[in-house]
């Protein structure tokens, strides 16, 4: 599982550190599978191992639903006693706290986020961990998102003083064409358009 992961030079106490939080990050997510997967469901643990990412997948739903697996502080494990087996030497050892762990080193490492997904009958969970940088949000579309915005303020202002307006006064209030001012009113949901016509 861990055999393509760079581990940087790190000297401890004279000795090479070679655990990193990635590293962690994967015995905690294995560890989480096998002690929450249904022994009784179909298919057994599978996990996946590509060039770009390692899918984790388990027979079994997510017993406090997904939104709380991803947030953390609860647990209730179906295997108890794989989880304190675990605890003994040293893996998973604060109950709930796993998974937003991963969260948190795939954010840290500026990876894509991790894609939990359940499907059912049969039950399966699945998490997909990918080793692939973020895309960067374009310094143009910044900019673009920032001058909308400030269009928005503007249109805001506008109707305040005169509570309705055309479409084409806005436009020239902005100095935008009518379409691109169509296209800022349309996703505008404290605006309403008046009347049958464009």
């Given at each position: 599982m861990i055999k393509d992961i760079k581990i940087p030079f790190k000297i401890k106490g004279g000795f090479r550190v070679d655990d990193t939080p990635v590293h962690r990050a994967l015995r905690e997510a294995l560890a989480n599978y096998i002690i929450n997967t249904d022994f009784y469901g179909k298919y057994g643990?599978?996990?996946?191992?590509?060039?770009?990412?390692?899918?984790?997948?388990?027979?079994?739903?997510?017993?406090?639903?997904?939104?709380?697996?991803?947030?953390?502080?609860?647990?209730?494990p179906r295997n108890k006693s794989l989880m304190k087996m675990f605890n003994l030497i040293d893996i998973g050892e604060h109950a709930g706290s796993g998974v937003p762990n991963i969260f948190n080193v795939w954010e840290d490492q500026e990876w894509e986020e991790p894609d939990i997904k359940e499907s059912f009958d049969?039950?399966?969970?699945?998490?997909?961990?990918?080793?692939?940088?973020?895309?960067?949000?374009?310094?143009?579309?910044?900019?673009?998102?920032?001058?909308?915005?400030?269009?928005?303020?503007?249109?805001?202002?506008?109707?305040?003083?005169?509570?309705?307006?055309?479409?084409?006064?806005?436009?020239?209030?902005?100095g935008l064409s009518m379409a691109r001012t169509r296209e800022i009113l349309s996703?505008?949901?404290d605006v309403e358009a008046i009347g049958g016509g464009k």
């Amino acid at each position: 599982m861990i055999k393509d992961i760079k581990i940087p030079f790190k000297i401890k106490g004279g000795f090479r550190v070679d655990d990193t939080p990635v590293h962690r990050a994967l015995r905690e997510a294995l560890a989480n599978y096998i002690i929450n997967t249904d022994f009784y469901g179909k298919y057994g643990v599978l996990i996946i191992k590509e060039d770009d990412k390692i899918i984790f997948e388990n027979p079994g739903y997510i017993r406090l639903g997904k939104e709380q697996m991803r947030k953390g502080g609860k647990s209730d494990p179906r295997n108890k006693s794989l989880m304190k087996m675990f605890n003994l030497i040293d893996i998973g050892e604060h109950a709930g706290s796993g998974v937003p762990n991963i969260f948190n080193v795939w954010e840290d490492q500026e990876w894509e986020e991790p894609d939990i997904k359940e499907s059912f009958d049969p039950d399966r969970t699945s998490l997909t961990l990918k080793f692939i940088k973020k895309q960067a949000i374009k310094t143009s579309d910044k900019k673009q998102a920032i001058k909308t915005r400030n269009n928005e303020k503007k249109i805001r202002l506008y109707l305040q003083d005169n509570e309705t307006a055309k479409t084409r006064a806005i436009a020239e209030l902005l100095g935008l064409s009518m379409a691109r001012t169509r296209e800022i009113l349309s996703v505008m949901d404290d605006v309403e358009a008046i009347g049958g016509g464009k």
